[in-house]
């Protein structure tokens, strides 16, 4: 059974920071590309971004390069997403994925299996 755990969410501070950790099991971790996405009341889900499986390739969303870091240890079998300089319109639910692809894909659909979700709240 695939299981994928997000933790780390929380409410802070504008301008704070979170480390949010993603613990898979059930699949051969390194086979699979991984994403974080997020939804915010109302909206549709997000990509934020994603990591390839070797950790060679990263992408991001616009609204969050240069604040957010995606890395991945393939022998934990776990992401992590560092936020800073956390804004109020990061708050949303964020989720992980996995995609069985060698690239990173920013469309929901294209990935297999999703975490329960996190909530980050950012007050200002």
């Known amino acids: 059974q695939v299981q994928l755990i997000e933790s780390g969410g929380g409410l802070v501070q504008a301008g704070d920071s979170l480390r949010l950790s993603c613990a898979t099991s059930g699949l051969t971790f390194s086979m699979y590309s991984m994403g974080w996405f997020r939804q915010a009341p109302g909206k549709e889900r997000e990509f934020v971004a994603g990591?390839?499986?070797?950790?060679?390739?990263?992408n991001y969303a616009d609204s969050v390069k240069g604040r957010f870091t995606l890395s991945r240890d393939n022998a934990k079998t776990t992401v992590y997403l560092q936020m800073n300089s956390l804004k109020p319109e990061d708050t949303a639910v964020y989720y992980c994925a996995a995609a069985l692809t060698s690239s990173i894909s920013d469309v929901p659909r294209n990935y297999a299996y999703w975490g329960q979700g996190t909530q980050v709240t950012v007050s200002s």
């Open positions: 990591i390839s499986r070797n950790s060679s390739t990263t």
